[in-house]
Every structure is written in structure tokens, then in C-alpha cells.
């Protein structure tokens, strides 16, 4: 695969594959799943969506046997297995995504969560695709326990403010947005978030009255971070006055 010889690797795994059909022991079910994840790989990097993905989903169902078996013979790999079951879940989810295939990829995302309940990265996958679809209650609940589990994920704070905004909750989503840009200036995605959500909001014309007093100080806010990042990340355009 790494030569980019595709024909050729597709060729050897699938005799290895087919070598295995009779085996149902678990290094026989480990290897099964290992070439059929390969195959979705290879199939991936030649554009075969459809077969990349028909590849992955027989890898973790092949996964599934594996921890299953493992789970029965009292293996000490069985939270190894289950991390990587989870990892291919999610890369499923990934793909099921792209074909804009939302309730199967939250499927595959909550398999993976039960696999690796402390999976952070599946846990914010699956919040962004509640706040995409609108269910926001959802994607708040989700964001909530990730933070009672540590108040400084920082992705956590973005996605949960992100949800207060859309719930018009907007002083509490600045607040959110500012308290994590006091310690992390540099957290571009927070930035860029709260200037595009501000931008909607201004150009929606839903600014609150209650802003009045707040719109001065937060503009000066902004521009201040605005400042900061260019100073030092771009010293070439420090001395660059930025427009209001």
C-alpha cells in the first residue's frame, strides 16, 4: 500500500482473507478483522468509497466477535481490543458522515462510546452532529458531562457555547467564549467561533438590549485578542494597525 502498488495489495489480502474463512479462533478473528479494515483502506485511497466502506463495517463486525471472544477467554488485551473497536467505529461513522448518512453515524459514534466510554473525541463527534441537525438539548447534555469530567476541554466550552448562542442564551455563550480566551488567547477556533456567531447575529439583527452597555466593552474585547494574536504569531504584522 505505502508503494502505492494497490492491485497488487488488494490481491495478497484478499487470499490472506480467504485463508482465514475457516478459522473462528481469536487470533484467526483478530487477523480477519486487521485485512478487512486494510481492504476498506486501500479501497479508500482509490476512491472506492462504497467498498471502503463495506470493508470497514465487516472489520467491526469482525471487531465485535473479537471482543466478544476475548470477553469470554478472560483476555488481558480486552480494553485494547475495545479502544481499537471503537476507533473503527468511528472512522465508520466518519465515512457514513461524508454520504451525509446522520443517524447512522451517530450509531456507529454511540458504539464507540460504549466501547470507550471515556472517549473524548467520539463524545464531541457525536455532540457536533446533534448541533448540526438542530437538537440542541442533546448536544448540551453530551458537552455538560464532558465538562463535569474536566472543566478545562476546551472543544467542550466552543460546542456548549456554540448551543447557547443558537438557544439565544447569548450573554451566557460570550461569557462561556471569554473565559476561555482569557486563558487561551491563542484558541483561534474559539475566536473564530465567537466572531462568526457574532456576525450572524448583528447581520440577523437579533442583538439584545441588554447589549447596549455590553457592545462597546465587547468590541474593545475582541479587538484586543485580535491584537494579541497578531502580534505574536505574525510579528511581520505587528505594526499593521487592524481595521474596525
Known amino acids: 500500500i505505502k508503494l502505492k502498488s494497490f492491485e497488487k495489495a488488494e490481491r495478497i489480502l484478499k487470499a490472506a482473507l480467504e485463508g482465514l474463512s475457516a478459522r473462528s479462533d481469536l487470533p484467526g478473528l483478530i487477523e480477519e478483522s486487521k485485512y478487512c479494515e486494510l481492504l476498506g483502506l486501500l479501497a479508500q485511497k482509490r476512491g472506492q468509497l462504497a467498498d471502503a466502506l463495506d470493508f470497514l463495517k465487516r472489520a467491526g463486525e469482525g471487531m465485535d466477535k473479537v471482543v466478544k471472544r476475548a470477553s469470554v477467554e478472560n483476555?488481558?488485551?480486552i480494553e485494547t481490543y475495545k479502544k481499537h473497536f471503537a476507533r473503527l467505529s468511528m472512522n465508520i461513522a466518519e465515512h457514513y458522515c461524508d454520504a451525509r448518512d446522520f443517524t447512522k453515524a451517530m450509531e456507529c459514534y454511540r458504539d464507540a462510546l460504549a466501547q470507550d466510554p471515556d472517549n473524548v473525541s467520539a463524545s464531541l463527534a457525536l455532540a457536533n452532529l446533534h448541533i448540526s441537525i438542530g437538537e440542541l438539548e442533546e448536544c448540551q447534555n453530551i458537552c455538560s458531562l464532558l465538562l463535569q469530567k474536566n472543566p478545562q476541554n476546551e472543544d467542550a466550552i466552543v460546542v456548549l457555547a456554540n448551543v447557547?448562542?443558537?438557544r439565544n442564551e447569548h450573554t451566557e455563550a460570550i461569557h462561556h467564549f471569554q473565559q476561555l480566551l482569557k486563558k487561551r488567547p491563542d484558541n483561534f477556533t474559539a475566536l473564530s467561533t465567537l466572531i462568526d456567531l457574532l456576525r450572524r447575529l448583528v447581520r440577523a439583527r437579533r442583538v439584545p438590549d441588554?447589549?447596549?452597555?455590553?457592545?462597546g466593552p465587547l468590541l474593545r474585547y475582541l479587538y484586543l485578542q485580535?491584537?494579541?494574536?497578531v502580534r505574536d504569531y505574525t510579528p511581520g504584522l505587528a505594526a499593521t494597525p487592524i481595521s474596525h
Open 164 to 166: 447557547l448562542f443558537q
Open 210 to 215: 441588554s447589549w447596549t452597555q455590553l457592545n
Open 226 to 229: 485580535v491584537s494579541t494574536i
Open 75 to 77: 483476555s488481558d488485551k
